[in-house]
């Protein structure tokens, strides 16, 4: 089992946009010290929901202040890029890293980001579809050719070429059963922050995609399948309380900015609606035990246990910097993690192996 950071960048009453960004670079060389495998930068644009608008670039500042921890992105919009720079960027990063860097990719869904850029959200799934291949081909072949509906290229190689041969691992996020499937089907790897999706939901989901590998000749034991979900790791009532408050009034703040129906693409006008619908109607206390993993240590460990058991998780990345949760509170969380958590899962990792030998 592998253990993530996620990281969303928000501004809260009485904070600066420098003060977060400063703060952020501390935690994540805290993390790297702490023994946390990942760190996971969202991108926005537009709003105080989230600040950074370019994560490979701060990625750089990351990659110059830890020595062992990857760098994640959670994840990049690609229609919002040109992919052509990206690639570059990414491949930069790669290498002032030591090739650290897995890169998240997705669609996006917020209508003021796409406005802003003067791109129609409608097209923002041909645009993803097309960005990503382009994407794949520079960081992997020194000279390809590309005719698109967006994007023509002619015999172009972007430099500098990447650390890691064929360039760093991609993880599309992924939220409905047919992309699962789809993704499983051709060995692809994803990502996923399955917020209130029931257990059951996403078993299936899982399934789907395990199922798809297995019938394609894929080996899913070589894949990473991570998990995101927000977490606290601490004793006593009131500041589980005052975790999941936090939490709330992060999904609250959701509820703000994902497309209305009238923004959204037909196909996903429902969808869209169901979310805001939950999220209105949402409690603190159904945010207490759906809303993340909240408790102890050991409650904690037995959520991410049964997440490994029943989807088959083996990397588990968890929102502990949750949005407006005191930033003491929230590194006490981090420190418990680490010292009471991370510790149960890596000696287990070291009794499978032996005992499998044993047996052998």
């Known amino acids: 089992m592998?253990?993530?950071?996620?990281?969303?960048?928000?501004?809260?009453?009485?904070?600066?946009?420098?003060?977060?960004?400063?703060?952020?670079?501390?935690?994540?060389g805290l993390a790297d010290e702490l023994g946390f495998d990942s760190v996971w930068l969202a991108e926005h644009h537009f709003s105080k929901y989230g600040i950074l608008g370019s994560p490979v670039h701060f990625g750089m500042a990351v990659a110059e202040r830890t020595k062992r921890i990857t760098i994640?992105?959670?994840?990049?919009?690609?229609?919002?890029?040109?992919?052509?720079?990206?690639?570059?960027?990414?491949?930069?990063?790669?290498?002032?890293?030591?090739?650290?860097?897995?890169?998240?990719?997705?669609?996006?869904?917020?209508?003021?980001?796409?406005?802003?850029?003067g791109i129609p959200l409608a097209e923002s799934k041909e645009r993803y579809q097309e960005t990503l291949e382009v994407?794949?081909?520079?960081?992997?072949?020194?000279?390809?050719?590309?005719?698109?509906?967006?994007?023509t290229y002619d015999n172009i190689t972007t430099y500098p070429r990447p650390y890691t041969p064929g360039g760093p691992p991609i993880l599309q996020g992924t939220v409905s059963p047919d992309s699962f499937r789809d993704r499983g089907a051709v060995g692809e790897s994803i990502i996923t922050s399955p917020n209130f999706t029931p257990?059951?939901?996403?078993?299936?989901?899982?399934?789907?995609?395990?199922?798809?590998?297995?019938d394609n000749g894929f080996d899913i034991a070589a894949y990473d399948v991570p998990f995101m979900q927000q977490v606290w790791v601490g004793d006593g009532d009131e500041g589980l309380r005052e975790a999941a408050q936090a939490a709330l009034h992060y999904y609250k703040s959701v509820g703000k900015v994902i497309p209305g129906s009238e923004e959204a693409m037909e196909q996903e006008k429902k969808y869209y609606a169901a979310v805001a619908k939950n999220i209105d109607l949402l409690t603190l206390e159904q945010t207490l035990t759906h809303g993340g993993n909240f408790g102890s240590?050991?409650?904690?460990?037995?959520?991410?246990?049964?997440?490994?058991?029943?989807?088959?998780?083996?990397?588990?990345?968890?929102?502990?910097r949750i949005p407006s949760l005191e930033r003491k509170a929230a590194l006490r969380s981090m420190e418990e993690f680490a010292t009471k958590v991370i510790p149960h899962f890596r000696a287990k990792d070291a009794v499978e192996p032996a005992a499998e030998a044993v047996v052998g």
């Open 72 to 117: 994640g992105t959670a994840v990049l919009v690609l229609p919002l890029h040109d992919p052509l720079r990206l690639a570059e960027d990414i491949a930069a990063l790669d290498v002032l890293s030591g090739g650290r860097v897995s890169i998240g990719v997705g669609r996006g869904y917020q209508p003021s980001e796409f406005a802003g850029f």
């Open 2 to 28: 592998k253990f993530g950071i996620m990281n969303l960048f928000p501004v809260g009453d009485g904070v600066s946009d420098h003060q977060v960004l400063r703060e952020t670079l501390e935690e994540i």
């Open 135 to 151: 994407l794949r081909l520079a960081l992997s072949q020194e000279s390809f050719s590309y005719h698109g509906k967006f994007f």
């Open 297 to 320: 240590a050991q409650r904690v460990i037995e959520t991410i246990e049964m997440l490994g058991e029943q989807l088959g998780v083996n990397h588990y990345i968890g929102w502990l």
């Open 199 to 214: 257990l059951g939901i996403m078993q299936k989901n899982y399934d789907l995609y395990r199922q798809a590998m297995t």
